[in-house]
């Protein structure tokens, strides 16, 4: 055996660095920096949340607002050409006190019974009156065709209406407009060319006699 070795040091073993994670102080910072980042990451969930919520919210709204505009569609789709009924009136506003009515009248010695015609109640008020009724037009209408008047069986017999109709997307300058007075009636032939919306409209200018009168629209026409 060499004695030379005897009584030297051993050979040198690598040293293994330690694990930092085993000091407490190193461990509960590591857990606290995790809690931060799951509560940060918790806090741009919701907010994401949120924010789809109401992004989801407006778009139900634009879908209702769509439904509406549709519905008005369809009807005028499915509205027929011909006649007008009362009772597809989209909206209307009555004369003073009186409203639309579809009952019979009798304008410049010719019955009708097809119409509609607004009665002025002259006892009620000391103002003059406007009142309007609204139509979709439907599809495939180029022309509007009808009769406006007063009734002659009305109580007055000193007063002078303005019968106007317009295209209801445009009130400053009406389609066709006639002033009548007792008794009077004009016939109206209308290009619908265009237009969505109708709107029949009648507006007392006088009335001396301060007395009830009918005034409105006979045999009103959609046509192709």
């Given at each position: 055996m060499d004695d030379r070795h005897a009584g030297s040091r051993p050979p040198n073993r690598a040293i293994m660095p330690s694990n930092p994670l085993k000091s407490p102080a190193l461990r509960k910072r590591a857990r606290l920096t995790m809690?931060?980042?799951?509560?940060l990451a918790t806090i741009v969930g919701s907010v994401a949340a949120v924010m789809a919520l109401g992004q989801r919210a407006e778009a139900v709204n634009m879908v209702q607002t769509v439904t509406f505009e549709n519905d008005d569609l369809i009807e005028?789709?499915?509205?027929?050409l011909g006649?007008?009924?009362?009772?597809?009136n989209r909206d209307s506003e009555s004369c003073g006190n009186g409203g639309w009515d579809a009952d019979g009248v009798q304008y410049a010695g010719e019955s009708y019974t097809r119409g509609f015609q607004c009665s002025f109640d002259a006892y009620s008020s000391s103002d003059l009156d406007t009142g309007f009724i609204?139509?979709?037009v439907p599809t495939g209408a180029t022309k509007l065709t009808g009769l406006a008047g007063n009734d002659q069986f009305s109580e007055a017999g000193d007063m002078s209406v303005r019968f106007s109709i317009?295209?209801?997307s445009d009130l400053t300058a009406p389609l066709w407009t006639t002033d009548l007075g007792v008794?009077?009636?004009q016939d109206f032939d209308i290009d619908m060319t265009g237009?969505?919306?109708?709107?029949?409209e009648v507006t007392a200018l006088s009335d001396a006699d301060r007395k009830w009168y009918n005034s409105g629209f006979a045999d009103p026409a959609f046509a192709a």
């Open positions: 809690e931060i980042v799951l509560l005028q789709i499915d509205n027929p006649f007008i009924e009362l009772d597809q609204d139509f979709l317009y295209d209801s008794n009077g009636a237009v969505y919306r109708v709107r029949f």
